[in-house]
């Protein structure tokens, strides 16, 4: 696959109005609101249609490490967002504002996901960087050291993974196959996990291997990166340090992102591109079991000036992850109004820090 040419890809300003006129051609009153359940969107769509918007930014674009796609800086998350029913309107709509990274995840944990995908992306396939992702469930400890039968084992189980979400998505292949879940640098180092991929990409089902991770990943990317097999590496980090899954919170004794850079920089360096998750999750909370919205979480981080721009606390966390170590952001967006939030951050997050 050849990556697009920022300056001359299909994400134009023509394509832009494309989009402006498809959110008005679907927002209009009642419909958005029974499409999208979102008060937000509806209001937003009428005023698309009334021409009282002005039009949203036009996308930038990193060069995704060695893969060589030129990826929109905003990846669209379609995990949570798709599991229960299909939002073609809301893919159409992240595709017209000039996303081209649509990544999704293995019906064991994603449950309905793929298959809600597979009508949109069929419809652009050559156009847009797919990943897909599963874990290998080894019954592992993070530091501990996987026998070859161990990764034996749960390499078969990842590859038979991959063949179901081609399965789900109705495709022949997809860009990029993460090792979800990752935390045990032994097992991303073996041989076996390795082989898994190499049959899979000789028989065009992958491009590239990839891996995101929650635990342990400092350790998980610096050995993905000393191997120089991975492409890719998801990481779950805010702007206060590393995200930890299991508290739904900043992990626990975590330098600042800002501290951590140095980090990604040697990781990026190796030739692999950075994508970062949950970058915003922490802010938003749990309610149900008893987590509430923190906004102001990370404030301390910022300095006054960034404090002090017109950004909602999410849209600062987004920038600020953009700016400092990662190529681009994946976001779990199951709204317009959340998409529209989102583009703009990460649209804007350079001019924030010179």
């Known amino acids: 696959m050849k990556p697009e040419d920022p300056q001359t890809s299909p994400y134009s300003a023509l394509n832009r109005r494309s989009f402006l006129q498809y959110a008005a051609m679907i927002g209009v009153g009642g419909k958005t609101l029974l499409q999208s359940r979102d008060a937000r969107a509806a209001v937003y769509a009428a005023k698309e249609a009334g021409g009282a918007a002005s039009g949203w930014p036009e996308m930038t674009y990193r060069k995704l490490g060695r893969t060589g796609w030129n990826a929109s800086r905003l990846v669209m998350g379609c995990g949570a967002s798709l599991m229960f029913r299909e939002r073609d309107a809301l893919l159409n709509a992240a595709f017209d504002a000039g996303v081209n990274v649509f990544d999704v995840g293995y019906r064991g944990y994603y449950r309905n996901a793929e298959e809600h995908l597979a009508p949109f992306i069929n419809k652009v396939r050559d156009k847009v960087y797919l990943i897909s992702k599963a874990p290998a469930d080894a019954d592992i400890e993070p530091n501990d050291i996987v026998t070859p039968a161990q990764a034996k084992a749960a390499a078969a189980i990842w590859g038979e993974r991959l063949d179901?979400?081609?399965?789900?998505?109705?495709?022949?292949?997809?860009?990029?196959?993460?090792?979800?879940?990752?935390?045990?640098?032994?097992?991303?180092?073996?041989?076996?996990?390795?082989?898994?991929?190499?049959?899979?990409?000789?028989?065009?089902?992958?491009?590239?291997?990839?891996?995101?991770?929650?635990?342990?990943?400092?350790?998980?990317?610096?050995?993905?990166?000393?191997?120089?097999?991975?492409?890719?590496?998801?990481?779950?980090?805010?702007?206060?340090?590393?995200?930890?899954?299991?508290?739904?919170?900043?992990?626990?004794?975590?330098?600042?992102?800002?501290?951590?850079?140095?980090?990604?920089?040697?990781?990026?360096?190796?030739?692999?591109?950075?994508?970062?998750?949950?970058?915003?999750?922490?802010?938003?909370?749990?309610?149900?079991?008893?987590?509430?919205?923190?906004?102001?979480?990370?404030?301390?981080?910022?300095?006054?000036?960034?404090?002090?721009?017109?950004?909602?606390?999410?849209?600062?966390?987004?920038?600020?992850?953009?700016?400092?170590?990662?190529?681009?952001?994946?976001?779990?967006?199951?709204?317009?109004?959340?998409?529209?939030?989102?583009?703009?951050?990460?649209?804007?997050?350079?001019?924030?820090?010179?």
């Open 164 to 354: 179901e979400s081609l399965r789900e998505l109705k495709v022949d292949r997809v860009d990029a196959y993460y090792l979800m879940a990752s935390y045990n640098p032994s097992l991303i180092a073996s041989d076996e996990i390795y082989r898994v991929f190499e049959d899979a990409k000789a028989a065009g089902k992958v491009s590239h291997l990839g891996l995101s991770t929650h635990r342990n990943a400092e350790n998980v990317i610096l050995e993905a990166a000393e191997t120089g097999r991975f492409d890719l590496a998801m990481i779950a980090i805010t702007p206060a340090g590393w995200y930890d899954w299991e508290n739904r919170s900043i992990l626990e004794g975590t330098k600042p992102m800002a501290e951590i850079k140095p980090v990604l920089d040697k990781v990026r360096a190796s030739g692999m591109g950075l994508v970062g998750m949950k970058a915003a999750r922490a802010l938003a909370g749990l309610p149900f079991v008893g987590w509430f919205d923190q906004p102001d979480l990370f404030e301390n981080i910022y300095d006054e000036e960034f404090r002090a721009a017109k950004l909602s606390p999410f849209q600062r966390s987004y920038a600020y992850v953009l700016a400092h170590g990662l190529d681009v952001v994946n976001a779990d967006i199951s709204t317009f109004a959340h998409l529209e939030e989102n583009v703009a951050a990460a649209v804007h997050s350079p001019s924030y820090f010179a």
